[in-house]
């Protein structure tokens, strides 16, 4: 069985070569997806030892992960885990996600402390999250964390339209409608730069897409 770690970068030279040496140490390949980057995240990439493929022009974070999944089931790898480049997720915890998909379809992962996200997005997380559990029925209490695994045998069944950060709710939702058996694995969370991720403003169409898609789907 062969596993790939699929990871989305744009400008981020500063962190990403360390992210795919380290997650190498766990996986047996790493497929980088450097969606329009302006600097020289790729040939950093590539040094560290990743595959990369390149979007000429930023098509947005859930774009660059699903052309990076697609390419990883074409290779025919096992399990795929979804990481960040920034070095917010530390590699040493893929261990637990790999094991854990021996028993289920999915993982998703749980950031233990939040202190330095901001309190509002702290609040649009939860909101989310009870939003999912009443929709879909998934009780995941940190729905829009990057850190997660899957089977590569269910892609066909999660994978998501969404281009940019509502790609980890409507991956959520299409497995909660296809009723996959789940779990989670709490993780740390390293902030070494200043929050990204999430704003109101994507949360409020995060939870109108998830009402949208439980009415079209």
Request: net charge positive.
């Amino acid at each position: 069985m062969t596993s790939c770690a699929v990871i989305a970068a744009k400008d981020e030279e500063k962190h990403v070569g360390v992210v795919v040496k380290d997650t190498l140490t766990y996986v047996d390949e790493v497929i980088l997806v450097d969606d329009g980057s302006k600097d020289g995240t790729k040939k950093v990439a590539e040094a560290a030892g990743a595959k990369v493929m390149r979007h000429v022009v930023n098509l947005g974070k859930g774009a660059a992960i699903r052309t990076g999944c697609e390419e990883a089931v074409r290779r025919k790898v096992s399990k795929i885990v979804l990481i960040d480049a920034d070095g917010q997720h530390e590699p040493k915890e893929l261990p637990r996600f790999l094991k854990a998909l021996d028993s289920v379809d999915i993982v998703y992962g749980i950031r233990t402390r939040r202190e330095s996200m901001p309190l509002v997005l702290k609040f649009g997380n939860w909101f989310i999250f009870q939003v999912s559990k009443l929709l879909y029925g998934v009780k995941v209490s940190d729905t829009q964390c990057g850190y997660r695994a899957f089977n590569a045998s269910v892609w066909p069944k999660i994978r998501w339209e969404s281009s940019g950060y509502s790609m980890e709710s409507e991956m959520l939702a299409k497995a909660g409608k296809q009723n996959l058996k789940y779990s989670t694995v709490d993780i740390s969370t390293i902030y070494s730069d200043k929050y990204k991720g999430t704003t109101v403003l994507d949360g409020m169409k995060i939870v109108l897409n998830m009402l949208w898609w439980r009415l079209r789907r």
